[in-house]
């Protein structure tokens, strides 16, 4: 394949051409425990990560996923965090 060619034009010594495998993959990524929505009666936090209920209680990791896609939630984790740092953040600075 031309990706290989050229890696190997460039001085590439060794290469691999690993193929993304279809079906059925094994791995765990725990989520979906405090879901995230907007009725009480049906989600664990608000859409900003706030337990329903409590005024001073986040969350900001994978329990709040309903589900997770097909590859590793890590990013999505940490755009949560990020998201909910800043928000938490200007709030203080505005007391």
Known sequence: ???RA???ASG???TWNDRIPTGLLA???QAGTCRMGT???TSVTD???RVHGHDNLWVADASVHVTNGS???VLTIMALAHRLATKLAAAASHR
């Open 1 to 3: 394949d031309r990706s």
């Open 39 to 41: 009725d009480p009666a």
């Open 47 to 49: 859409p900003d990560g």
């Open 6 to 8: 050229w890696m190997e």
């Open 71 to 73: 590859v590793n939630p």
């Open 12 to 14: 590439a010594r060794r």
């Open 27 to 29: 791995g765990q990524h």
